[in-house]
């Protein structure tokens, strides 16, 4: 089988062009041996925090603590239920199940594939204490909508802004259009660590404090537990290397942006479906992801010219077996499951270069004659 000659995210290449900062970042905290938490998490915590345009950043361990821990926070658990969108990442709806909670799944819109406020309303019950609304791929939920829900209700509203560092809504960053938000530094997102971190972001100083208590075994102080926390914390190495790239993140957005430009002019005129971006959001393209029909026959061409491609989900939540015992039957979210059918996310990052893409586009128009 042919080499694969357009990656789907190219790290090394991000290395190549950072390794000085990040290097120096690196063997500041080695000498330091401030490994945990410590000076270089604290500063990161506030640019963080700052570049979203909120009061406070708790660093942890990753987006699925971030997710976990701003539920604990909010003490849910037991008893308690939280809607989310069943086509997203495992981990925006597994860490409602760990805390007790019951995931309670609403349909996605069929433009943006994010939560479908419309359907919302029907799901809430006496049980509701929250609604997770997902980024998904980098274009920011319709938060206007969900939070008047939310507040007409008495519901937290959550974002899973684990895709979307950066974007905006009515010209306001994510992360500041709910009440607590949520972040992931995998690697391979818009921000990424060089291994696991996240960050929950919030407005609120009470639960600021209860956040930097509960990642970090309930300590109020050192030894001094005012209640069960967890080891859920950020590593120094993570948080330097994230301060070496955080100033290039809104250059490396406008990169994806111009690249998601590039491939909308190239796919025009073929049967696919593009990516849609709303006017009043900038979209910062986590991912490029289209919807064709025959995909996987589609992906294996690709694959077989050197191209790279993922399915960005190939099987909704409510369908999955760790949620059987939720209780939900195929059918029940129809956009959701159409639409797991169909996607297919092209290469995207910075770094791609106009030959890549238009490598990718020619590729693909020759697998599309061939359906
Ligand atoms: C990546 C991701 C997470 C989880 O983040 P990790 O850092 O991998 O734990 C949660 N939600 C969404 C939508 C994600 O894309």
């Known amino acids: 089988m042919q080499d694969i000659v357009v990656p789907m995210v190219d790290l ?15 063997r500041r905290v080695v000498e330091r041996t401030a490994f945990i938490l410590g000076p270089e998490v604290e500063a ?3 640019e963080f925090a700052a570049f979203c345009g909120a009061n406070y950043g708790i660093g942890v361990a990753s987006g699925t603590a971030a997710l976990f821990l701003a539920l604990a926070a909010l003490d849910i658990g037991p008893g308690d239920e939280v809607i989310t969108p069943p086509f997203t990442f495992f981990a925006t709806a597994a860490t409602v199940a760990h805390r007790g909670a019951r995931p ?10 994010n939560l479908n406020p419309e359907l919302v309303e029907a799901a809430i019950t006496p049980r509701t204490r929250a609604i997770v609304a997902v980024h998904l791929f980098g274009h920011p939920a319709e938060m206007d909508a969900l939070q008047e829900i939310a507040r007409r209700h008495g519901l937290w509203l959550i974002e899973d802004a684990a895709q979307a560092h950066g974007a905006r809504y009515r010209g306001k ?18 921000l990424g660590a060089y291994g696991d971190a996240g960050m929950v ?6 639960l600021a404090d209860r956040l930097q208590r509960l990642r970090n075994h309930g300590q109020r102080k050192r030894y001094d537990h005012v209640e069960l926390g967890y080891a859920e914390r950020m590593d120094g190495i993570q948080a330097a290397v994230l301060r070496a790239k955080l100033p290039y993140l809104e250059e490396r957005n406008r990169a994806r942006r111009e690249r998601a430009a590039r491939y909308h002019r190239g796919l025009k005129g073929l049967n696919v479906r593009l990516p849609y971006e709303a006017p009043h959001v900038e979209h910062v393209y986590h991912c490029y992801t289209i919807r064709v029909t025959h995909r996987d026959a589609v992906q294996a061409q690709l694959r077989e010219r050197g191209i790279a491609t993922a399915v960005h989900y190939p099987k909704p939540l409510h369908l999955q077996q760790a949620f059987t015992y939720l209780g939900y039957s195929p059918g029940t979210f129809p956009v959701a499951e159409r639409v797991s059918q169909e996607v297919l996310s092209l290469p995207m ?5 106009e030959a890549q893409q238009e490598y990718v586009i020619s590729a693909l128009a020759d697998a599309l004659r061939a359906q």
Do not use: M
């Open 104 to 113: 309670v799944f609403v349909d996605i819109d069929e433009a943006t594939y």
């Open 12 to 26: 090394r290449a991000e290395y190549e062009r950072f390794r000085n900062p990040i290097d120096a970042a690196i």
């Open 201 to 206: 972001v919030t407005d609120d100083p009470k």
């Open 173 to 190: 960053r994510v992360g500041t259009l709910g009440d607590v938000a949520c972040f992931s530094f995998y690697p391979a997102k818009n």
């Open 349 to 353: 990052y910075p770094e791609l270069s």
């Open 44 to 46: 990161f915590e506030e």
